[in-house]
């Protein structure tokens, strides 16, 4: 508050009190130079991850920022929710100073898909789980093979990156990946950098455990976040121990010792990460007494292990999996195949199949759609949202249907889905109800994509009833997950010229995205842009000089 004189009682006049407009000036004078400081280390920070090949937002440290808010709003009786989305543009604010470069050259990115049928056929993107488990097992095999065609992020690239510090063979091109033979892999003194995926850190700790000695982990900037006290409890009856070497922090960098008398089963409780679970069933074939998980009925993690156990199976390990136990056997040897089966990105796929419900016509993926759960939510809401499937070997093909009647979404296990199943409500041009949404981030996110559009909506505890209208856009915006930016690449057949200020974000998911949208509406096949090659004749010329 600004100081004022006190009154001169020997016969001047009182000066005169500061106007609520120039008190209202002067407080926004003050706020937008906190919020210029703010944005100076978001943006220090999104720099870090950018250089890194990471998206701009960092999730774990917006979602600990938050708490404060939360914390505050209660206090100075603030609304939660507006103050999430006064958070969320704080951020985006930031974020904008450290666009990438595609975004620089073009302020945003205008999308006006051919409002015309497609007729759409390319090989779609292996599972990213699949892919991850393949490469790890292959690495630790040391086995000759070839995956692809496979969603080549920077999941995967990190993911190799980190076992061939470790002494693997591995490499890709385009869209496969390549294990050449070797020796396998020994952790035992390296540092791995693990990247920001926790899975390539559970992978690397789950085959490190298998020899005595210690070695070294380190990751990015949503790793050196990561909580890792939920590990020890299982880590201690293997006979090893994570050391974090930064005191301030439970994530990484750390140290792992190994060499204890490791237990040949285990109880899993809900606060072990279901993906440490499959990593370590994954590589306890390795471990002297292989390795059983005993736990709940209800347990959550049972779909991943499913796929661990078959890709185990496919190696020729007797693996085993019941309602509430999971068995791997010590095994010497195993048998990769030189070219392992990888079935599709459920998730991913789903969102590039609802585009003929957008734009009529048909959509074609090549490959095996997968047998999870995951993959069957997927399909239900496809159906329910208005599209046609229909699932042959080796493919699955999308066309235009009859949305259902009493229009409700429950995304179930894909929960990624959630905008592309808001995209399809709105589509749907009737009143549609959308439920158990139990990710109050992504929830609030929904409802700002909502309110840009200028589509009437009803709040319930945790999902909304999406009433129908003309849709309108004003300025881009900054999709908050991969998922919002292709379910905005879907409304732009309703309203085109809907614009996106990270398109990148999207090519961080799939790096192929942007090639399929905008070879639309006419594709077989997708090939890479070709690079033109310099006409050294012409660039570089000997003159003779007499």
């Not at 920022?65 to 505050?72: L, N, Q, R």
Request: proline share 6%; glycine share 8%; charged share 25%.
């Amino acid at each position: 508050m600004p100081e004022y004189k006190k009154f001169d009682r020997s016969g001047g006049s009182a000066p005169r009190r500061q106007s609520l407009l120039d008190e209202i000036k002067e407080l926004d004078a003050r706020l937008l130079s906190l919020i210029s400081r703010r944005n100076y280390l978001m943006g220090k920070a999104a720099s870090k991850r950018k250089q890194k090949g990471l998206p701009l937002g960092d999730p774990d440290m917006e979602r600990r920022i938050f708490e404060t808010w939360t914390a505050e709003a209660g206090n100075k009786k603030f609304d939660v929710k507006t103050a999430r989305r006064v958070f969320d543009q704080l951020n985006n604010l930031a974020y904008a100073g450290v666009a990438k470069p595609e975004n620089r050259k073009l302020s945003t990115y205008v999308l006006s898909p051919p409002q015309k049928p497609v007729n759409v056929t390319f090989d779609g993107p292996g599972s990213l789980l699949q892919s991850k488990l393949w490469i790890a097992l292959s690495a630790a095999a040391g086995a000759e093979s070839k995956m692809g065609p496979l969603c080549v992020n920077d999941e995967i690239t990190e993911l190799i990156k980190a076992f061939n510090q470790a002494g693997a063979h591995l490499s890709w091109d385009g869209e496969t990946v390549e294990s050449r033979s070797g020796d396998g892999i020994e952790f035992e003194e390296k540092l791995v950098f693990a990247g920001d995926d926790a899975m390539t850190m559970f992978l690397t700790i789950a085959f490190g455990l298998k020899t005595v000695g210690k070695f070294k982990i380190a990751g990015g900037p949503i790793l050196k976040q990561y909580d890792s006290r939920p590990l020890a409890e299982i880590l201690s009856p293997l006979g090893a121990r994570l050391n974090t070497l930064d005191l301030q922090s439970h994530g990484l960098p750390a140290r792992l010792e190994c060499g204890g008398r490791m237990a040949s089963s285990l109880e899993i409780s809900e606060d072990i990460p279901a993906g440490f679970v499959a990593a370590l069933a994954l590589a306890a074939w390795t471990y002297p007494q292989g390795l059983t998980f005993k736990f709940a009925e209800d347990w959550q993690g049972k779909d991943l292990l499913k796929e661990v156990v078959a890709v185990l199976k496919k190696c020729g390990v007797k693996a085993k999996l019941s309602e509430t136990e999971c068995s791997v056997p010590a095994t010497k040897g195993i048998s990769v195949p030189e070219e392992p089966a990888i079935a599709l990105e459920p998730e991913l796929c789903a969102a590039l199949l609802s585009i003929p419900a957008f734009s009529d016509g048909q959509v074609t993926i090549n490959g095996e759609w997968p047998k999870s759960a995951i993959a069957e939510d997927a399909l239900v809401t496809l159906k329910k949202g208005g599209v046609d499937i229909k699932i042959s070997k080796g493919s699955i093909t999308a066309s235009k249907g009859e949305a259902a009647a009493d229009l409700s979404f429950d995304f179930g296990n894909a929960n990624d889905l959630f905008p592309v199943g808001l995209a399809l409500a709105v589509n749907s041009r009737s009143e549609c109800k959308l439920g158990n949404i139990a990710d109050t981030v992504l929830f609030e996110q929904g409802v700002e994509l909502l309110e840009r559009l200028g589509i009437k909506y009803e709040r319930e505890d945790d999902g909304l009833t999406v009433i129908p209208g003309r849709l309108k856009w004003d300025e881009a915006w900054s999709a908050p997950t991969p998922f919002f930016g292709i379910a905005l690449g879907l409304l732009a057949w309703m309203r085109p010229g809907i614009s996106i200020e990270n398109p990148g974000d999207v090519t961080d998911l799939w790096p192929r995205y942007w090639t399929l949208y905008n070879s639309l509406p006419e594709i077989n096949g997708l090939k890479d842009p070709e690079v033109k090659k310099k006409d050294e004749s012409k660039t570089r010329r000997r003159i003779k000089i007499d």
